[in-house]
């Protein structure tokens, strides 16, 4: 199983950016898992954000994010995304992908900083 994250970058107070991780080695379609985001922020220990299920697709948020950002998926490209609207400059981290299925699995992050 292999994990890529992508669309971090830098964006201003209240903006919005769309992170994506992109799956192999298992088919979200043909298998049981849990796909979440984490975020890691400097001189802190990661911390869940949200995260989405397979069948029924059920999500759930950390308070931090709830009302703000959105995680879904995309079966047919083996993708995961995580629309984040109304950033903060709290919200600045390393951000990652996280996939349990039999094992657990991380990507290698990408970064978002939210500045002035």
């Known amino acids: 199983v292999q994990l890529v994250e992508s669309g971090g970058g830098s964006v201003q107070p209240g903006g919005s950016l769309r992170l994506s991780c992109a799956a192999s080695?298992?088919?979200?379609?043909?298998?049981?898992?849990?796909l979440s985001w984490y975020r890691q922020a400097p001189g802190k220990e990661r911390e869940f954000v949200a995260s989405i299920t397979d069948s029924g697709g059920s999500t759930e948020y950390a308070d931090s994010v709830q009302g703000r950002f959105g995680i879904s998926r995309d079966n047919r490209k083996n993708t995961m995304y995580l629309q984040m609207n109304s950033l903060k400059p709290e919200d600045t981290a390393m951000y990652y992908c996280r996939a349990v299925v039999r094992n657990e699995y991380w990507g290698q992050g990408t970064q978002v900083t939210v500045s002035s």
């Open positions: 080695g298992f088919s979200f379609i043909e298998s049981r898992y849990v």
